[in-house]
């Protein structure tokens, strides 16, 4: 599920059938987000700055 404040022209539900049972992989991810253009979910926010808000620390802290 993504929970938020945000102003998109799509329905974020469209997002989450897209990744629903995608490994949490930043590869796989953004691999599938390929075609999608993200501003239409979230306004103006650059898919890098999704993938960033997705995986965080994570990436950081497997090191």
Known sequence: KIYGDFFGKEPVTQL???LLGAR???Q???KLLEP???EDYFGDLPK???LELVY???E???S
């Open 16 to 18: 989450e059938n897209l």
């Open 24 to 26: 949490y992989d930043r």
């Open 28 to 30: 796989e991810i953004n």
């Open 36 to 38: 999608v253009i993200i």
């Open 48 to 50: 890098a700055d999704f």
């Open 56 to 58: 965080g620390n994570d």
């Open 60 to 62: 950081i802290e497997a």
